[in-house]
């Protein structure tokens, strides 16, 4: 039965994950190793390239992505949202303000992710697209120190509205055109790779969850309020 199935799924789960799916893989992965609690789960999270690396190494069994690598051939899943959104420190000139031309983001002092990003590359593409230029102050090899940088009123930047989800930090989210950029995360593994029973189990979780959060609108993705985040 079912819960004989469960019990017999074993072996190891090793995920390869870019940095933003750090605020939602763990709780996932937390509730995928109480179900199959003879499943040896592993979890590594870096930067697009880095992933993309490890998927072309055969480093693990599955990886989440932003956005499905090109020129690779992989199976690539779509399972969640991932809406990549403008910030501003509270008080800033954008901010509280509607429909404001992508241009003016090249107005003021960014906050870039470091090359190799999968969030960097998307923000570029929009800019190429509209040839919008950015002042890049700063280049941070992290979510969290960009959002804590903003806090602090060293720029503008662009990050996964996941990484808002733990909240205590003041950061204006912008009415910007082009915004959000509408992304999905995505399980990919290599096209034609013999998935193990647990990498299986967990991708059969990972949908179903996925798709029990979407329809429940109970997702812990944060809905920004019309004119940003409120202070304090
Ligand atoms: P990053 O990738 O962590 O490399 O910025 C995130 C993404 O591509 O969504």
Redesign the pocket.
Known sequence: DVANMKGLTQGRLRLGV????KYFAPRLLGGFCERYPGVDASLKV??????LERLQSNEDDLYI???PPAGVDVEAVPFLR?P?VALAPPGHPLAGRAGVPLAELGEYPFLA?EP???????VERLCDEHGVTLRVRMELGS?EAIKQSVAAGMGVSVL?EHTLAGGGEEVAVLDLEGFPIE?H?YLVYPAGKQLSVAARAFMDYLLAEGARMAESGVSEIPRSPQGGWPVG
Do not use: I, M
Request: a positive charge.
């Open positions: 870019v940095t933003t799916a870096t930067n697009r390239e880095r992933v992505f932003g956005q991932n990549l992710r190799g990003s999968g969030t960097r590359l998307a979510n996964s992304r995360w």
